[in-house]
């Protein structure tokens, strides 16, 4: 059986375990919870983070020494940028759409005298900019601080592009090291459905099915607003700019979706993206060895949805009324809180509290929704991965297309 199918196989047998979970006893689920699920999946977690920093480090050194000439990195990186840009806030105004059609905070439903929420700090994004160059790569390495590894690497590939010769020896060590990671990643993929198993049964039966109640309705918009922009903002995409099959993208790239879903975390899932990016495809390693790292922190297309549709849902829970400014503000500010969030779980909640802040709505709001976010967490990770992976295979076409075209004339 091939590894799509497997983990087709895992995550309904996770979900199904999961949601049986909460017709048993919560000791019971709690012992096979504690000594065998949340062991097995941790397990698959630790092996695919213990990966992250190599594998970005050294795609990125080798995918910028492999493009020869930074003017070209200079014009992937606008296009990456431009689309993640685009996408983003498209995938905003599907969100803040899909919150007015179905109205999930409507007045009535909702007791807000009890709620509370402990504001957790989110970053100031002027300093995640500013700190993008880092002061010390080392510690940058040690944290996991993607952007300054990102920006770190670049600075040694155009080195070692700008060198040439010189620097051949270290290229080729770059290489070799790629090899060893890539062959560790593939053996880790092949472990992948107990991990997502296991992932999925825990966080499906820990988050139990009491919570959904009213929350039904909210659940109900973000999940739409999600299929609305993996079902045609992607596939137009990928047809119109990159002149490819969105079905075939889809298929190929499922097993690092299913992971996304079983991790909650772009981070860790970026090892398999990659991988499955560039093996199944066809995406250039130059480019999906810099765009997809990079979309892994700054790209969060369902980070965005799911904040847009929570601002309006608390707007409307707390009856208070958007105007057109706010809805621009809701815009700008979801924009660089997607930006800001970095890819592990359940940050996405955490940097709603700027959007909110900014607009002047309760940030309390936040305590009717978190106990729903877990679940939908996996989903819009799901999505953020892929909309990394769309931008690499779009901008990788488009360089094939046209290298073809001038190697005839
Ligand atoms: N878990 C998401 C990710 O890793 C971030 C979030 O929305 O919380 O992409």
Redesign the pocket.
Known sequence: MNLTKQIMIALILGVVVGIGFSFTTPELFNTIDTYVLSPVGQLFLNLIMMIVVPIVFVSIVLGTAGLGDPAKLGKIGIQTIAFYLVTTAIALLIGIGMGYLLEPGKEGVFDVDNVSYEEQAAPPIMETLVNIIPQNPIEAMSSGDMLQIIAFAIFIGIAIAMLGEKTVGIYRLFEQANDILIFIVNAIMKTAPYGAFALIASAIGNAGLDALGSMVMYMVAVILALIIHGALTYPLAIKGLGKASPLHFYKEFFPAMSVAFST????ATLPIAMRVAQDKLGVRKSISSFVQPLGSTIN?D??AI?QAVATVFIAQVYAISLGFNDIVMILLTATLASIG?A???????IMLSMVLNQIGLPVEGIALIIGVDRLL?ML??SL?TAGDATCAYVISENEKRKEAKAAKS
């Open positions: 909650s975390s772009s981070s969060m369902g980070t799911m969030t890819g592990v779980p359940s940050v996405g909640l967490d819009r990770t953020n």
